[in-house]
């Protein structure tokens, strides 16, 4: 259990669901966490329920400043990164033809600016031999229904995880993607269908997953705890999918 023994790791999006999961399968294995997230009383309660090696910055993935201050205070507090698990993204559906501007705007540059930025200005501050994981979704592989959004940016995620590892090799920096499929976070509540619609899609989904369930969001932090570490010391460039068999079978 000490994989991560002495690495630094920040996570944005640490402060719940499979970020939350994730900085809690790291400390576990040794190493010093700092989440990044909006809401101060979400971020300090997740602190609380971490312990003393994880550290809570308040910030917006929309605000590249905050991007600054999130890697310039961990590097001043903690020193060099080791880990860095690009995490935040939102999940709201509309479909193509009812898609407003504003919509656009906030999907993109949440899910994909946000990402982008949340990469970039870890570069810099990044260690040799740093470990990059970017979360995607098994959406960027499937057509579904009012997903364009959220699809398409996790798709330009995957490209981008396969461009930046190319980019980073020198300094033998790996970058991965891990690909979950449907995983019971609050995630889900926030998409914007009404309960009953929710329901009936969930159950949909997880019909078509091969082991016919949802995932925890702790099987996902499993993997991304193996591509932070040594164990995949061979792997940049790729993507892991967790997801029940949804894309596979
Ligand atoms: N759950 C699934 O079924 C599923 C499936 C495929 C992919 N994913 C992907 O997995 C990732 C994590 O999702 P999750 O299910 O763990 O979601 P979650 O439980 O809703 O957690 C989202 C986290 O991101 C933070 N966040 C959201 N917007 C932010 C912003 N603008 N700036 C900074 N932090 C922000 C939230 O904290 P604040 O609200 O306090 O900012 C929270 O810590 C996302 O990229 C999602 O697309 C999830």
Do not use: C
């Not at 630094?8 to 640490?14: D, E, L, R, S």
């Not at 995957?158 to 019971?184: D, Y």
């Not at 996902?220 to 999918?241: M, Q, R």
């Amino acid at each position: 259990m000490d994989k991560l023994k002495n690495k630094v790791a920040v996570i944005t999006g640490g402060s719940s669901g499979i970020g939350l999961a994730t900085a809690k399968e790291f400390i576990a294995n040794g190493a010093k966490v700092i989440i990044f997230g909006r809401n101060k009383q979400s971020l300090d309660e997740a602190t609380k329920e971490l312990g003393s090696m994880s550290y809570g910055i308040q910030g917006d993935v929309n605000n590249l400043s905050d991007l600054e201050q999130l890697y310039a205070e961990t590097k001043s507090k903690f020193g060099g990164i080791d880990i860095v698990f690009v995490n935040v993204g939102q999940g709201k559906l509309a479909p193509i033809a009812e898609t407003s501007e504003h919509f656009f705007d906030e999907m993109i540059s949440v899910n994909f600016k946000g990402a982008y930025f949340s990469l970039q200005k870890a570069i810099t501050h990044l260690n040799p031999k740093a470990s990059v994981i970017i979360t995607t979704s098994w959406l960027n592989e499937i057509g579904f229904g009012g997903s364009s959004l959220l699809s398409a940016s996790k798709a330009a995620l995957r490209s981008v995880v396969r461009v930046a590892s190319a980019e980073l090799a020198a300094q033998e920096i790996r970058v991965n993607a891990v690909s979950p499929g449907p995983i019971g976070t609050p995630f889900w509540g926030k998409i914007g269908l009404p309960d009953d619609v929710l329901q009936g899609a969930a159950e949909a989904i997880t019909n078509q997953t091969a082991l016919k369930r949802f995932g925890l969001p702790e099987e996902v932090a499993k993997a991304v705890l193996f591509l932070a570490s040594d164990d995949a010391s061979y792997i940049t460039g790729h993507e892991i999918a967790v997801d029940g068999g949804i894309n596979q079978v």
